[in-house]
């Protein structure tokens, strides 16, 4: 349910809702030249600067395997596939990859304390 809601924040370019799933402290390793953005502060803005720009198109992660820490329940992984699209220089372009997400759980609430996302693709070539 957490991964439908932050999908929807982006959907919605909705940063308020979409940072609400972020625990106090997350790093996050975009897949572009940004690479690590650590902290709530500088991750809300990084993500706001993609919303806010005209040319976003959309972003969606799609979970292929999640799996719960068994021993206490605290934590998750997520594993799947995401796509970023914007429209630039006359085109649509989408980029491709594979992402990895850590969840904490919080106060009962599943928050995301760390993503990974790797570029493997882009359509049409980025070159």
């Not at 625990?23 to 975009?30: D, G, M, R, S, Y």
């Not at 690590?36 to 005209?54: H, S």
């Not at 009962?108 to 493997?120: A, I």
């Amino acid at each position: 349910m957490a991964r439908q809601a932050l999908n929807t924040a982006i959907e919605k370019r909705d940063i308020e809702r979409y940072a609400a799933y972020w625990t106090a402290n997350p790093e996050v390793i975009w897949a572009s030249a940004n690479g690590l953005v650590a902290g709530r502060d500088a991750n809300i803005a990084r993500t706001a600067k993609a919303f806010q720009n005209p040319g976003f198109l959309y972003g969606v992660r799609t979970p292929v395997i999640v799996q719960v820490n068994q021993e206490d329940g605290a934590g998750a992984a997520e594993t799947g596939t995401w796509r970023w699209a914007y429209h630039r220089g006359g085109k649509d372009i989408e980029y491709q990859g594979r992402y990895l997400v850590g969840w904490r759980k919080v106060d009962g609430s599943w928050k995301v304390q760390s993503e990974l996302y790797v570029q493997t693709g882009c359509k049409p070539s980025c070159s």
